[in-house]
């Protein structure tokens, strides 16, 4: 069964520091080890995400984010200009999770 967790995201670029977490949220969050199947990890001037057959990326999920977090890291990742924000599915070592992923725009790829 998918737990569905609206107030996660899954992490695969800058996010992964802990460091620039604090700094965007102002404190530390909870964090555990994810995979996304179905997607590979690209960089241009910013890291991003393909869909690619047999691909998995490893990051991070981010726990219990509050509204004030979302609009900090809405704004973070330029949301709707470089990134837009999706629903996915990922495996953690407590079986799959419904969270969020930035996805890049074409402006994002092209950057």
């Not at 991070?60 to 629903?87: F, G, I, K």
Request: charged share 25%; hydrophobic share 35%.
């Amino acid at each position: 069964m998918t737990t569905r967790a609206p107030d996660r995201l899954f992490v695969y670029g800058s996010l992964l520091d802990e460091a620039k977490r604090r700094e965007i949220l102002g404190r530390a969050v909870e964090v555990s080890e994810a995979q996304l199947a179905g997607f590979e990890r690209r960089r241009a001037k910013y890291f991003y995400l393909v869909a690619a057959d047999g691909a998995s990326t490893s990051g991070l999920l981010m726990l219990n984010l509050t509204h004030s977090d979302w609009r900090q890291l809405d704004a973070y990742e330029e949301v709707p200009e470089l990134y837009t924000r999706e629903e996915v599915e990922v495996s953690t070592s407590n079986g799959p999770v419904r969270c969020w992923v930035y996805l890049p725009t074409p402006r994002c790829i092209s950057g």
